[in-house]
């Protein structure tokens, strides 16, 4: 049986119940039972992601700093294990970011009438997957493994330092539509500062928990994995 | 919903099964 495999379970238990809690709850004009979300005006439904998107952004950047740290890791030791883990964080973190950003457009679609419009928001998430872009094409022009690991170790901490900044800073210092945006400070007060109902922040939180669960998950496997490609080529 | 439900629980197969895969090859190389 896999190791920690009740554990593993339980995670994939507490995900439904998320999934399932974020978009089955009703949301009333004024809620009187702990079930009940209340209707935000001019989101209504639409403010269920909430509890999807945030959280795949969350896990985005957790990826990418941990890909830096073992970057940083693999410069220190020269260990070609933390290069093998550096690659697979920013793997991860790249399926997280483009998972952030197919949810943004979807809900753009629904709010602002186009799945896309160059909104700084959505131009740093870009841009953010056109550095990591850049990671594999990088990785995959160079073939000896020591120089790879060595130019990715480097590309990956000079990355790892710009996703806080896209993420965090750049959507906030421009005005834009996404809720946030520098004259709209009041949109960012849900998540910033927690401007939510008591039940609507223990799904949230939940779900922030059970994707950063889920995305050690992952990176465990594709670690694994990598691990045993090695050893089939390499015995 | 249902679409959301079925792709998450598709998901969820494929992860355990992926894992004890994983387990296994790795069983297999030890011994």
Known sequence: MPKYFFWKIALLIWLTLVIVAGLLMPMVPVPHAWYELPIIPALEDKARIIFFHVPM?????VAFIASMVYGILFLKTKKMDYDLRSVSAAGLGTMFCVLATVTGSIWAKFNWGSFWN???????????????????????????DEKKATLSAVYSVIAGVTAPFFIFVMPRIMTG????????EAGSTPVAQLH?????????FASIVGFTLLYFWFFNLKV????????IHQP | MSIVLII????????????????????????
């Open chain 1, 196 to 204: 939510m109902p008591a039940n609507m922040q223990v799904v949230f």
């Open chain 1, 224 to 231: 694994r994995s990598a691990r045993l490609e090695q050893s």
């Open chain 2, 8 to 31: 998450w629980l598709g998901l969820v197969v494929y992860l355990v099964r992926l894992d004890r895969k994983i387990t296994k090859l790795e069983d297999s190389l030890k011994k």
């Open chain 1, 57 to 61: 952004s969350w896990t985005t950047l």
């Open chain 1, 177 to 184: 539509l996404h809720p946030g945006a520098k004259g709209d």
């Open chain 1, 118 to 144: 160059w909104d700084p928001r959505e131009t740093s998430i870009f841009v953010l997957l056109l550095i990591y872009g850049a990671y594999f094409t990088l990785r995959s022009a160079i073939d000896v």
